[in-house]
């Protein structure tokens, strides 16, 4: 097996998020509406994810610039509701997303 | 799968004839039941039946369809347009090999300009670089790599393919080099099902997302060798147990599917997550499938692509009607809390061991083939003289197995 089996450079560890990370949307993971059922959908290898309108607002918000804080105070202001409530919330949401491999660290300055 | 649904976020796995009843979503959570039984949202297109390997566990049919009867590139590209039109999300190149075709890019290049999500089933084994590198370039979103064992004697074995493993480590290599998600499929069965925790620390070493232990189904080819691939209970229990342990170790690194060996489930899988509900499958003349075991139902009758529609077979098609929903249902399923959780189970088995599809799956513990069922299972795997396989190759089913020890 000469030069077929390179091991990864250092081994692939869980992402832990917090309010600085910046995340994004691999190449691989497609968010998009699905005119067909009127609503938005991720498409990612063999599943399909099904965001709430909340989870939409979230997702278009990662460019790859915002962090994690700064969507959190972006939505707080526009739905006029609590920065911790909002940040907890989408933390969470954030976090479970990241461990099934739909998001991931952004480069900063690249474009997702 | 005992991951508790994010916030904000419900998921639909590929509601795949195998999947696990237990904790698997609906297959099509939608706000819209009517609409979702509509519309399938996966398709899985067999390409082509050949296929390099001969694993004596192939999902095809037993009776094989030849290279001369494939649907042709075009007829290929049209299935695509028309798919993306009913509302089908994502489609799955299998085969066979569905590289032996190659007019896969063509192919490919369509689905993707016509906004699915592309996922290619592939052995590996017959893949260049090149050949990847222009599948990438043609659109293509995933890759879904079988591996037959970690230990490369026995995978060569199991296949009846010299090498096969130095070549699947190198296209692994070369999908993670191209930017492409990577799933690792694994079908387990008893003569491997003792590396289901090395297969799994495998699939994170060469990078994968995702990997799926998938346990063998006994259907089709794995009907015919069920005697040699027949794990024991213990063994089993043992796997899920190793599984588990992965699951919590490996966190955030890769995903866990298993799929449970339903003669050792609680309760039947929710077949297709549904009968015509959410999957659609094409044959490679065209046949238009509700689930790709469905031709094993000799009293269906199917319809091909090139005489009728998609959207009118997936509506209309009698094999589409006969159990989409559940007024089909006889008892004990008709009066069942579960009927639309699991459906029944699955007809194809149902066909097989009682005559009629209609029956409650013989998995479900109301079926009064339950007992019975399970006891086939419990003397097979335990049988230490364990039967030679009967390899997937045009004809292979007429051989006679022979017995040898194995202990």
């Known amino acids: 097996m000469a030069e077929t089996s390179e091991q990864p450079k250092s081994a692939p560890t869980r992402l832990i998020v917090a309010g600085d990370t910046v995340l994004a949307l691999p190449r691989h993971i497609k968010l998009r509406h699905d005119p067909g059922r009127g609503r938005w959908i991720i498409l990612a290898p063999e599943r399909v994810f099904n965001p709430d309108e909340t989870a939409v607002e979230v997702l278009k918000l990662l460019d790859g610039q915002r962090s994690v804080n700064d969507i959190a105070e972006t939505l707080s202001q526009q739905y006029q509701a609590p920065l911790e409530v909002v940040k907890d919330d989408i933390l969470a949401m954030l976090q479970d997303l990241t461990d099934k491999g739909v998001l991931v660290k952004a480069e900063r300055g690249a474009t997702p | 799968m005992n991951e508790i649904a994010p916030t904000h976020v419900t998921e639909s796995a590929m509601p795949l004839c195998a999947r696990s009843p237990d904790g698997a979503p609906a297959a099509d959570p939608g706000p819209d039941p009517a609409l979702c039984a509509r519309a399938p949202i996966g398709m899985l297109c067999e390409l082509t039946h050949r296929c390099p390997l001969q694993c004596p566990y192939c999902s095809n049919p037993v009776e094989l369809e030849r290279a001369n009867v494939e649907l042709t590139t075009a007829e290929w590209q049209d299935v695509m347009r028309q798919a993306a039109q009913l509302g089908v999300l994502q489609i799955h190149l299998s085969g066979g090999e569905p590289t032996a075709r190659k007019d896969l890019e063509e192919i490919v290049k369509v689905a993707a300009d016509v906004g699915l999500y592309t996922n290619l089933i592939t052995a590996g084994v017959t893949l260049t670089r090149d050949r990847l590198a222009k599948l990438v370039e043609a659109g293509l979103d995933h890759v879904q790599l079988s591996i037959q064992d970690v230990d490369p004697e026995n995978a060569d074995r199991i296949a009846a393919y010299k090498g096969g493993m130095a070549k699947k480590i190198q296209v692994a290599a070369w999908v993670k080099e191209l930017g492409l998600p990577l799933t690792i499929n694994a079908p387990i069965h008893r003569q491997n099902i003792h590396n289901v925790g090395r297969t799994i620390d495998f699939a994170v070493e060469l990078g994968a997302g995702r990997v799926e232990i998938a346990h063998v189904q006994y259907y089709a080819w794995a009907l015919l060798n069920r005697a040699a691939l027949m794990p024991t209970k213990e063994a089993f229990l043992k796997a899920a147990k190793q599984v588990e342990e992965a699951r919590e170790k490996y966190k955030g690194v ?143 089913a007429a051989k006679k197995p022979e017995t040898h020890n194995v202990s």
């Open chain 2, 254 to 396: 890769i995903v866990i599917d298993a799929i449970v060996p339903d003669y050792y489930a609680k309760f039947p899988k929710p077949c297709m997550g549904g009968w015509a509900r959410g999957i659609v499958n094409i044959t490679p003349s065209g046949r238009v499938l509700p689930c790709h075991a469905a031709e094993s139902i000799k009293t269906l009758a199917f319809d091909n692509i090139k005489d009728r529609p998609l959207a009118d077979i997936w509506l209309n098609g009698a094999a589409f009607q006969a159990y989409r929903g559940t007024s089909w249902m006889k008892e004990p399923c008709r009066s069942c809390p579960r009927k639309e959780i699991d459906y029944g189970g699955c007809r194809c088995q149902a066909f097989a061991l009682t005559g009629d599809a209609a029956n409650t799956d013989p998995a479900c513990s109301l079926s009064p083939m339950h007992a019975q069922w399970q006891a086939v299972a419990e003397v097979e795997s335990h049988n230490p003289n364990v039967p030679e396989f009967t390899y997937r190759r045009v004809g292979g």
